[in-house]
């Protein structure tokens, strides 16, 4: 399960340095960050000329290549805009251009009066900014990234006497496992039904009383199914004393070890189901069980791409901060715990004890649930860059190493 703790705690939060330079009723700044000073540049703006040529030259004279974020603000100094690039000259200068191929750039442009920029010294740290500035100002013109936007969630089982399965976009309290986050609510939706089914779990309300058949009454009374689910066979019927609850707890288990990627022998039931469907002719039970393979097999390409991002990213991740100095974002399950300042080796930090003590948690905040996933998919694209993690074992290893030599 991805676990994390809420922003608010062990999370150093640093303030943002702005120029005074800024008249007081312009833009203030994007404020403070999650990602250390030392890999982020006091943001500077620029008012915009009316002709492209004057703001081209000045984006060249006073735009540095480098990674970063900017943002552009209408004649109200609101923020419309928030973008990153692991090149701000390069980027901001293709708006500017004499005939852009992009709609949009030309749309943000021509309602714009300055622009704002950030030099951050990695690309991956511009991306973890510019998740940061959207979730905080929710520009009119971003689309990916806003809260409203694709709901990632969790796929939970609940407890009781007959759990079932379900989504949430925060894990509650009557979760018993939780698996995620994965990105968007109504395909998920669609996999959680077909979990229930495959699974044989209900997804009645919890309201629904369950009378299991071997729970001893004082007055036998006949139950009957509150859907038609136990008249098709997809659902034991534990509201209507259809199964035991010791074999509505079996089919439980087999939900819970298919999610944790322990067995995978339900995807091959299905298979083997529907080559008999189409043999006998039934292509409509067929297509069904196609349907629900597909699905499914899609839910587990999800869950081992999050849980073996969880397992890589646990450790220090040192990353270039500027004028030669290292920025460490301190990773526990998958999430960042914290950022700050490091030397040029990891493995020489005395207290990452500490860092590996902290219990993993639920992540309880859309920003949390966001950068979990937005680190997830940059190890995804570049897998080489995960050498540059440095295991906790591997730090408190050496550490000890080093107390033996000393006392020696």
Not at 70 to 98: E, Q
Not at 273 to 291: C, I, N, P
């Amino acid at each position: 399960m991805a676990t994390s703790t809420d922003w608010a705690v062990g999370i150093q939060r640093t303030v943002t340095q702005q120029t005074d330079t800024r008249p007081s009723d312009v833009f203030q700044g994007f404020g403070d960050s999650l990602i250390a000073p030392c890999a982020l540049r006091p943001s500077q703006h620029l008012r915009l000329p009316r002709k492209l040529s004057e703001a081209r030259q000045q984006v060249r004279e006073q735009i540095p290549i480098c990674p970063g974020v900017y943002g552009w603000l209408n004649r109200d100094n609101t923020l419309i805009y928030v973008g990153k690039s692991k090149s701000l000259r390069h980027r901001l200068l293709s708006y500017f251009a004499t005939e852009t191929t992009d709609p949009k750039m030309a749309k943000i442009r021509r309602h714009s009066r300055t622009l704002v920029w950030e030099p951050i010294s990695h690309e991956l740290l511009a991306l973890i900014r510019e998740q940061e500035l959207i979730t905080r100002f929710r520009p009119s013109y971003n689309v990916q990234g806003k809260p409203e936007r694709r709901q990632p969630g969790f796929i939970c089982i609940s407890q009781g006497l007959a759990p079932t399965i379900f989504f949430a976009r925060e894990v509650p309290k009557r979760a018993a496992h939780a698996f995620g986050p994965i990105a968007g609510r109504a395909r998920l939706t669609e996999v959680i039904e077909c979990l229930n089914y495959v699974f044989q779990l209900r997804n009645c309300p919890d309201r629904v009383k369950m009378q299991f058949n071997n729970q001893l009454e004082l007055f036998q009374n006949e139950q009957t199914a509150q859907c038609l689910r136990f008249e098709l066979n997809t659902c034991p019927g534990p509201c209507a004393g259809g199964c035991s609850r010791e074999s509505y707890r079996q089919k439980v288990e087999k939900a819970v070890r298919f999610l944790k990627g322990k067995d995978h022998a339900m995807l091959d039931r299905l298979e083997e189901r529907m080559r008999k469907a189409a043999a006998q002719l039934s292509f409509e039970r067929a297509g069904v069980l196609r349907d629900q393979s597909r699905q499914i097999k899609w839910l587990s390409r999800r869950i081992k791409q999050m849980s073996t991002a969880t397992k890589k990213l646990d450790g220090i991740w040192s990353l270039p901060g500027f004028d030669h100095q290292q920025h460490w974002m301190i990773l526990r399950a998958g999430q960042i715990t914290e950022c700050t300042q490091g030397p040029a080796d990891a493995r020489s930090l005395p207290a990452c004890q500490e860092a590996q003590a902290r219990p993993a948690q639920v992540p309880q905040t859309h920003l949390n649930i966001n950068l979990m996933m937005l680190l997830a998919a940059w190890i995804k694209k570049n897998p080489q860059e995960t050498k540059a993690i440095v295991k906790f074992k591997e730090i408190v290893g050496s550490a000890a190493t080093q107390r033996s030599k000393r006392s020696a």
